[in-house]
């Protein structure tokens, strides 16, 4: 999905990826410093079953996930809305929000920001039914990223000190984001 506000990202569903996309993003998932910014382990799965157990949780509404591509439609990342409550079957109002930008070379350019925005418009306005509340966390040393969360309307609501580091907890509403968004608001 093309947004005219972000002009050189576009989300791709991931139910729509192509084996190549799949095979880079599998790629993604197993990199160990992709890994390490997102607090997880990289993926030894193999890239059927990764495939397959993605596709099952966007088929079942447990997370809505995309691709995010560049100006020449390249893979770059991946953006989704996750962790939804209520679980459907009942209708969600409240997500949380992960993004990475795949391609170390592209980090500090405005993709990650892009493809955040391009998602809360999508979540915030296309989504049937739309959402009510987006949340995140970050570390609290990744500075980047939270300059970046802090421009799409994202604001600190607490932090966390777990052993050997502080998580930086975010959230933004559909009522502050869509004020931000009105004609005369702050973009």
């Known amino acids: ?7 050189r990202v576009t989300l791709k569903p991931m139910l729509d990826f192509t084996p190549h996309e799949w095979r880079v993003l599998h790629s993604f998932f197993r990199d160990r410093e992709l890994a390490d910014w997102n607090d997880a382990k990289p993926i030894r799965l193999p890239g059927f079953l990764f495939r397959r157990i993605m596709q099952d949780e966007e088929r079942t509404g447990e997370r809505h996930g995309f691709g995010v591509l560049d ?5 770059i990342g991946s953006a989704e809305l996750y962790d ?3 679980s459907p079957p009942l209708m969600p109002t409240t997500a949380t929000l992960g993004v990475m930008i795949g391609v170390p070379s592209l980090w500090g350019q ?3 920001r892009e493809a955040v925005q391009a998602l809360l418009r999508w979540a915030f306005t296309r989504r049937d039914p739309t959402l009510n509340r987006i949340r995140l966390t970050t570390f609290g040393h990744n500075r980047r990223a939270q300059r970046a969360f802090l421009a799409c309307g994202f604001r600190e609501v607490h932090r966390t000190e777990r052993e050997g580091r502080t998580d930086v907890h975010m ?5 502050d984001w869509l004020a931000a968004h009105a004609p005369g608001g702050s973009e």
């Not at 999905?1 to 002009?7: A, F, I, K, R």
């Not at 100006?71 to 893979?75: D, P, Q």
């Not at 959230?171 to 009522?175: A, C, G, I, K, M």
């Open 84 to 86: 939804l409550r209520p």
């Open 110 to 112: 405005g993709y990650g």
């Open 1 to 7: 999905m093309t947004d005219p506000l972000t002009p």
């Open 171 to 175: 959230e933004l509403t559909r009522p």
């Open 71 to 75: 100006e020449r439609g390249t893979l």
